[in-house]
């Protein structure tokens, strides 16, 4: 019997039982890039871990629908296109397409639905018009902002209004320091007419309206990286309580951060491995880092790191390729022959994929024992398959004659022949 599943609540941090909304179905919002740049490793975390997650629900038999937006709209961009001497919009799509682009190479699937900010730009107005409306939102010279003490505010990251750092803000017509904008007068680069004049969407309200449009009604999971809680999630809440009365989301799924040698990797910083930096032939190997690692823990990448991970799947992809051999005659009869239950318990416990790596390296341990190979071999294609990372399990038939007359000679103590084949089979990657 599959345990229920847990999933990390970060207001108590504790876990508790997931029940979606509709039965057998389940909606995910995952906040997207601001495409003002090529995305880095940092940001590939939650791409890889919620492509997992989704391939989880659907063993299940879930429907998922996984929506990750395009931020569009930005400030980052307009300083952008001044750098390079180019629009917004082509500054947006050259990198919303290195995006896509950059799924591809970590072979993660694309989202179901992949909105942009720019799509929605009307509903954002009437959002916020409505919410003016109803003494939620007030209007200044530089902008319209929202006033934070007219909800309860800090219910995800449990923080207390009257202790709130506040930043710098020019605005001084501001009511409270610490209320925030969602709609930014301005005459200068993308702009948008509105009933207050021209302008763009704050961030917050951005992902809140697209969240209501596509939604329709609350989420089952909101995630994205640990830094987004506060303020972006908090203030996503805040919208949308004011904006219908009822939470935005049941979970919150927050990853942890990914360091590049003990520093925040950053864009800002300069401090970062792209993506496309990325070598091609070591990209499971860096899939295999992230989940072996529990996703709300930080990591520290080094390539150093990456070296380590890559040489241990190289090790654990040689046992599976030589256990292909070993049952390549009887594998159509065991095919599916194996109890999926520990792991999806695992996984069923605030997808803890680092225990799943502990059973893979104590499974590959005992491998080499005559009666563990139909007993373990699907489940751990299985389990790649879940991490989404590529094992290669084709076995031609003149590798599995070869592999025959190793076994032939080596029972005739015919150690000349068993040597010499012992090499060709090294060559070919199966010891």
Same mark, same amino acid.
């Given at each position: 019997?599959?345990?229920?599943?847990? /999933?990390?609540?970060?207001?108590?941090?504790?876990?508790?039982?997931? $029940?979606? !909304?509709? *039965?057998? @179905?389940? +909606?995910? =919002? %995952?906040?997207?890039?601001?495409?003002?740049?090529?995305?880095?490793?940092?940001?590939?975390?939650?791409?890889?871990?919620?492509?997992?997650?989704?391939?989880?629900?659907?063993?299940?038999?879930?429907?998922?629908?996984?929506?990750?937006?395009?931020?569009?709209?930005?400030?980052?961009?307009?300083?952008?296109?001044?750098?390079?001497?180019?629009?917004?919009?082509?500054?947006?799509?050259?990198?919303?397409?290195?995006?896509?682009?950059?799924?591809?190479?970590?072979?993660?699937?694309?989202?179901?639905? /992949?909105?942009?900010?720019?799509?929605?730009?009307?509903?954002?107005? $009437?959002? !916020?018009? *409505?919410? @003016?409306? +109803?003494? =939620? %939102?007030?209007?200044?010279?530089?902008?319209?902002?929202?006033?934070?003490?007219?909800?309860?505010?800090?219910?995800?990251?449990?923080?207390?209004?009257?202790?709130?750092?506040?930043?710098?803000?020019?605005?001084?017509?501001?009511?409270?320091?610490?209320?925030?904008?969602?709609?930014?007068?301005?005459?200068?680069?993308?702009?948008?007419?509105?009933?207050?004049?021209?302008?763009?969407?704050?961030?917050?309200?951005?992902?809140?309206?697209?969240?209501?449009?596509?939604?329709?009604?609350?989420?089952? /999971?909101?995630?994205?990286?640990?830094?987004?809680?506060?303020?972006?999630?908090?203030?996503?809440?805040?919208?949308?309580?004011?904006?219908?009365?009822?939470?935005?989301?049941?979970?919150?799924?927050?990853?942890?951060?990914?360091?590049?040698?003990?520093?925040?990797?950053?864009?800002?910083?300069?401090?970062?491995?792209?993506?496309?930096?990325?070598?091609?032939?070591?990209?499971?190997?860096?899939?295999?880092?992230?989940?072996?690692?529990?996703?709300?823990?930080?990591?520290?990448?080094?390539?150093?790191?990456?070296?380590?991970?890559?040489?241990?799947?190289?090790?654990?992809?040689?046992?599976?390729?030589?256990?292909?051999?070993?049952?390549?005659?009887?594998?159509?009869?065991?095919?599916?022959?194996?109890?999926?239950?520990?792991?999806?318990?695992?996984?069923?416990?605030?997808?803890?994929?680092?225990?799943?790596?502990?059973?893979?390296?104590?499974?590959?341990?005992?491998?080499?024992?005559?009666?563990?190979?139909?007993?373990?071999?699907?489940?751990?294609?299985?389990?790649?398959?879940?991490?989404?990372?590529?094992?290669?399990?084709?076995?031609?038939?003149?590798?599995?004659?070869?592999?025959?007359?190793?076994?032939?000679?080596?029972?005739?103590?015919?150690?000349?022949?068993?040597?010499?084949?012992?090499?060709?089979?090294?060559?070919?990657?199966?010891?």
């Amino acid at each position: 019997m599959i345990k229920k599943i847990q /999933i990390y609540n970060p207001k108590n941090r504790k876990l508790e039982e997931f $029940n979606s !909304i509709e *039965e057998n @179905k389940i +909606n995910i =919002y %995952v906040c997207g890039p601001t495409v003002y740049d090529h995305i880095h490793l940092g940001n590939a975390r939650p791409i890889i871990f919620f492509d997992f997650v989704k391939k989880f629900f659907e063993d299940l038999n879930y429907e998922v629908n996984l929506v990750s937006n395009i931020t569009d709209i930005d400030d980052k961009i307009i300083n952008r296109s001044i750098e390079e001497q180019i629009t917004e919009k082509e500054i947006s799509e050259k990198y919303t397409k290195e995006y896509l682009n950059s799924l591809d190479y970590l072979r993660c699937r694309r989202p179901d639905l /992949i909105p942009k900010a720019t799509d929605y730009v009307d509903s954002m107005i $009437n959002f !916020i018009q *409505e919410l @003016k409306t +109803n003494n =939620y %939102v007030y209007e200044t010279k530089q902008g319209l902002y929202f006033r934070i003490n007219s909800v309860d505010y800090g219910v995800l990251s449990n923080q207390k209004v009257d202790r709130l750092i506040s930043k710098k803000n020019q605005d001084f017509e501001k009511e409270n320091e610490q209320d925030f904008s969602v709609w930014k007068k301005t005459e200068l680069g993308l702009k948008f007419d509105s009933p207050w004049g021209e302008g763009r969407p704050g961030w917050h309200t951005e992902c809140a309206v697209m969240n209501h449009k596509i939604f329709n009604g609350q989420l089952d /999971i909101h995630g994205g990286g640990n830094d987004l809680k506060f303020p972006h999630h908090e203030n996503e809440i805040a919208l949308i309580k004011a904006f219908t009365g009822k939470k935005l989301s049941n979970y919150w799924i927050h990853n942890g951060r990914l360091d590049f040698n003990n520093v925040k990797m950053s864009k800002s910083k300069k401090n970062f491995v792209r993506v496309a930096d990325l070598p091609k032939e070591k990209v499971d190997a860096f899939k295999f880092l992230i989940l072996s690692h529990h996703y709300r823990s930080p990591i520290n990448y080094s390539e150093k790191l990456l070296n380590e991970y890559d040489k241990i799947l190289q090790n654990i992809s040689k046992k599976i390729r030589f256990a292909t051999l070993k049952i390549s005659k009887k594998r159509d009869k065991f095919l599916k022959k194996f109890d999926k239950a520990p792991v999806l318990d695992m996984i069923c416990k605030d997808f803890d994929t680092p225990n799943i790596v502990t059973r893979v390296y104590n499974i590959i341990k005992k491998i080499d024992i005559e009666e563990n190979y139909f007993s373990v071999f699907h489940e751990l294609i299985w389990i790649f398959h879940l991490f989404g990372i590529r094992i290669n399990t084709e076995v031609p038939r003149k590798d599995i004659s070869i592999y025959e007359e190793w076994v032939e000679a080596r029972e005739k103590k015919d150690y000349e022949t068993a040597d010499r084949l012992r090499n060709k089979l090294m060559g070919k990657g199966y010891l």
